[in-house]
């Protein structure tokens, strides 16, 4: 499938700040990043200053400037998954993706209960040692 | 041919349900993918007949349909940790499909929005007034006030908004129900429009649930022509764990940087594109259907002790042996919740501590576990139930390393608005570090500056160091605009009021 422009992209949006953020969610999944480049085209689009749209791109954790083309690990370091012990992973886990695999800390992905959890795109994975934390680092 | 239970919500996923339920397919069973039962040890729970297998993996489908499997629990509904809860929001949990419109009819979906919109609207915002329910987002306050307000507020558009951006570690509740029994929530968001006149409403998920996102927006997609002239539409946060407080969460949905509003106007009167707006939490909003059953608000108000009325999905979660989600009338003990219910730790050591209500909550040590779970009396104890999360830690948890992440947690994740959140928690981490290396002899290069004569000269003491925290504690927790500045003191003065050696003493 080839990505979608950003002409298209902005054209199935009502032209209203309402949209933004909606907007970024696309821009991010087909470009991996919001440069400067689109802000300056969903300010235009949305009649926003592009300090306006730079404002809320550089506010969300979900939104980056630049892409990153490697695979990413969502790695979940909040307190319920500290409780059993993901701090102990996380050097394994960076070894096992040396530079290749991005590593991410977020903070729940509401599987506390069963914890360490992770998440690689839309695919969950609970109850990690590391073992099945290194493996699936090197599996991508 | 065999008819297989399994669930399809994102814990079992996560474990491995899908690869569980083709192992069933490839055996000649029909499988159906139903909502979790809540008990997370066992997931992927298999059930065959009513009873249940479980934790399940490929290899076991074999010996689960022979009879021989040593994963058998029995009947389901019969298992401990299901009987002694009292289920009412998650009265479908395990035995529905999430998606499908004949179960919930058949469940007594769509009754209470039927019912109610035969009644006038100030009469269903009684009934919500009379069961006592109160926010289940944390702060507590009573909904069918917030909906009178509205209600009473004259303006031509109105709107109902549901609070999903359930960043709160230790929680899921919200997650399970999206997932598990979404027409509930939205039948709940239909009744509120029609008692307070809104025309749309919006449900603001978080882009860290992806499957409770698709979900949602199949379930509105089936549910249209039953709410109409009621329209959804779901929202997706974008990774700030603020957008949780309500006025942030209204500049997200408006398209702004998710920062946090002054209060007054109250969103009720000045909400979302400042037209007068419910936010609700989905669990207070899917509690609504059942509440407006006939008998259902003073049964709601018969449930709970003093002012905490009705049942509490409570979470249980960390290092829990039994974890998962136990819904029941307030007033129950911690001690029950964590060690007879939970049974204790996953990783078989003491507990040191259990945090109550997210990363904003306070550290509770074993020695208060006889407090009852009710909003006022954790509010007496400098505690909070927060949004019902239980996080469990053993004896290896550093209660110091802990409070330096409740600031670090706050110093990521402030919106910048206010001083006291902004700057205070980047403080607070480093005079936490500074307590914990044995504070500082003298000045630093910049403080030794000619420049800075205003700079503290000498060292401090460990004691003027924890002064120095208290203080900034008091400033954060009195000048902060919202709870996430306001509340980041609990974990830290319940750390170190109960754990002091491992600030370095």
């Known amino acids: ?140 | 041919m065999t008819t297989v239970r399994i669930s399809d919500d994102a814990l079992a996923l996560a474990c491995g349900a899908d690869a569980v339920a083709a192992a069933f397919k490839g055996a000649g069973c029909t499988v159906e993918r139903v909502s979790s039962w809540g008990m997370h040890w066992l997931e992927p729970l298999v059930e065959i007949e009513g009873k249940g297998f479980g934790p399940a993996t490929p290899e076991d489908v074999p010996a689960i349909l022979s009879g021989t499997s040593g994963k058998a629990i029995g009947p389901i509904a019969d298992h401990p940790f299901l009987k002694g809860q009292q289920r009412l929001t998650f009265a479908r949990a395990g035995r529905t499909r999430p998606l499908s419109l004949e179960d919930y009819a058949a469940t007594g979906g769509w009754a209470s929005l039927t019912r109610t919109r035969g009644m006038a609207a100030a009469d269903v915002v009684a009934e919500v007034l009379q069961s006592g329910l109160r926010g289940r987002g944390g702060a507590g306050f009573p909904a069918g006030i917030k909906w009178q307000t509205v209600a009473n507020a004259q303006a031509a558009r109105k709107f109902v908004v549901c609070n999903a951006d359930e960043g709160d570690s230790g929680t899921f509740a919200d997650r399970m129900l999206m997932e598990g029994d979404p027409f509930q929530l939205i039948e709940g968001m239909a009744i509120a429009a029609h008692a307070v006149g809104a025309q749309l409403g919006y449900i603001y998920v978080r882009s860290e649930y992806p499957h409770a996102i698709a979900k949602l927006k199949a379930a509105i997609a089936l549910a249209a022509e039953h709410i109409a002239p009621f329209a959804l539409e779901v929202r997706v946060g974008a990774g700030a764990y603020v957008c949780g407080e309500e006025t942030s969460l209204l500049n997200s949905i408006e398209g702004k940087r998710g920062e946090v509003r002054a209060k007054p106007p109250l969103p009720a009167l000045e909400g979302l594109f400042g037209c007068p707006t419910v936010v609700n939490n989905v669990l207070t909003l899917a509690a609504v259907p059942h509440i407006l059953t006939p008998g259902g608000a003073s049964l709601y108000d018969s449930l709970g002790v003093d002012r905490s009325k009705g049942t509490m999905p409570i979470q249980l979660a960390g290092n829990i042996r039994h974890g998962g989600l136990y819904e029941t009338a307030f007033g129950m003990t911690l001690d029950r919740l964590v060690n007879a219910i939970g049974g204790g730790t996953a990783s078989g050591r003491p507990i040191k501590a259990v945090q109550v209500g997210g990363p904003l909550g306070a550290y509770i040590p074993p020695s208060r576990f006889h407090l009852p779970f009710d909003y006022e009396a954790y509010a007496g104890a400098d505690a909070l139930i927060g949004h019902g999360g239980i996080v469990v830690f053993d004896d290896s948890a550093d209660m110091g390393a802990l409070a330096r992440f409740a600031f670090q947690f706050c110093a990521a994740e402030s919106c910048g608005k206010c001083t006291p959140c902004r700057i205070g928690s980047t403080r607070g981490v480093e005079l936490i570090d500074r307590i914990r290396g044995g504070g500082k002899a003298g000045p630093d290069a910049v403080e030794a500056l000619p420049q800075m004569h205003n700079a503290r000269k000498a060292g401090r003491s460990r004691e003027e160091d924890l002064h120095l925290l208290e203080d900034l504690c008091e400033t954060m927790q009195l000048g902060s605009l919202c709870a996430l500045g306001g509340f980041t003191p609990y974990p830290v003065r319940s750390a170190l009021k109960h754990w002091p050696e491992d600030f370095g003493a």
């Open chain 1, 1 to 140: 499938m080839s990505k979608p422009s950003l002409p298209a992209i902005l054209a199935d949006f009502a032209a209203e700040q309402a949209s933004l953020l909606p907007i970024c969610h696309e821009v991010q999944a087909a470009f991996g990043c919001v440069d400067a480049a689109a802000e300056a085209a969903i300010a235009t689009y949305l009649n926003l200053s592009r300090a306006e749209v730079h404002g809320v791109v550089s506010f969300y954790h979900d939104f980056t400037p630049t892409a990153d083309p490697r695979p990413c690990v969502e790695l979940c370091r909040a307190e319920a998954c500290q409780a059993r012990g993901v701090e102990a992973l996380v050097a394994a886990a960076e070894a096992a993706a040396v530079n290749r695999v991005r590593v991410k800390t977020v903070y729940c992905l509401g599987l506390c209960s069963s914890g360490p959890a992770a998440r690689v795109g839309d695919t969950l994975h609970a109850r990690l040692d590391e073992a099945k934390l290194t493996a699936l680092v090197r599996s991508l």
